[in-house]
């Protein structure tokens, strides 16, 4: 729409983008709704076997509710990883929030 929403360096602009994405493997195989309810989750992608892609929107890191909730149900986190957003993710975000 010809408005100018960010001007900024790259790395700034991925740091200033409120979405978290975080890849989780558990050790035992869990529902879509049970990781769709914890605080802050956006959306839960099944990636394959025990695997999930959760997004968060929150302040805070979300690795920390997603490891409090392995040790609430006994399962171990295999892997836990937060991804850098793609640029072409942040541009959209960017452009959602203001369109």
């Known amino acids: 729409r010809g408005q100018v929403v960010a001007n900024h360096a790259t790395a700034t ?3 200033s983008s409120a979405v978290q994405l975080v ?3 558990f ?3 869990l529902e879509q709704s049970e990781l769709k309810i914890l605080a802050d989750v956006e959306m839960v992608k099944h990636l394959f076997g025990n695997t999930w892609q959760i997004t968060s ?3 805070t ?3 920390k509710v997603i490891f409090d909730f392995a040790v609430s149900r006994q ?3 295999l892997t836990l990883n937060k991804e850098e957003q ?3 993710d942040v541009f959209k ?3 959602r929030r203001r369109g």
């Open 13 to 15: 602009l991925r740091k």
């Open 23 to 25: 890849t989780v493997e």
């Open 27 to 29: 050790d035992a195989m």
């Open 57 to 59: 929107s929150a302040n």
């Open 61 to 63: 890191d979300i690795r």
């Open 75 to 77: 399962i171990s986190v």
């Open 86 to 88: 793609k640029i072409e």
């Open 93 to 95: 975000d960017l452009t």
